[in-house]
Nanobody, 126 residues
Framework: QVQLVESGGGLVQAGGSLRLSCAASGRTFSSAAMGWFRQAPGKEREFVAAINWSGGSTYYADSVKGRFTISRDNAKNTVYLQMNSLKPEDTANYFC???????????????????WGQGTQVTVSS
């Protein structure tokens, strides 16, 4: 069992930055791929970023590539999402996810996620 708790969301102006954190409990964290998804009101939950078990491989949605960076610290059981150059369309509830396996492919879609966090709200004003 893995429990995920996100933090770091808030209100920021367009062009600003935020860093989200996801603290994980459970012994399987260091062997699982981790990811971030987001869901805006009235829209489906969508993939944002993924990182493999070691941190050596990452993958991003086209909409955030070059602006967001995912990283992890296995010693602290924590995964991060650094968000720069934020846009109003980035406004959403952001969810941390643990994949069913160690590869980024294991956390690219809703069907491959094993565990979800409760979400943290990010609001970007124009």
């Amino acid at each position: 069992q893995v429990q995920l708790v996100e933090s770091g969301g808030g209100l920021v102006q367009a062009g600003g930055s935020l860093r989200l954190s996801c603290a994980a409990s459970g012994r399987t964290f260091s062997s699982a791929a981790m990811g971030w998804f987001r869901q805006a009101p009235g829209k489906e939950r969508e993939f944002v970023a993924a990182i493999n078990w070691s941190g050596g491989s990452t993958y991003y949605a086209d909409s955030v590539k070059g602006r967001f960076t995912i990283s992890r610290d296995n010693a602290k059981n924590t995964v991060y999402l650094q968000m720069n150059s934020l846009k109003p369309e980035d406004t959403a509830n952001y969810f941390c996810a643990a994949g069913k396996g160690p590869s980024t492919f294991d956390v690219l879609s809703l069907t491959t996620v094993a565990y979800w966090g409760q979400g943290t709200q990010v609001t970007v004003s124009s």
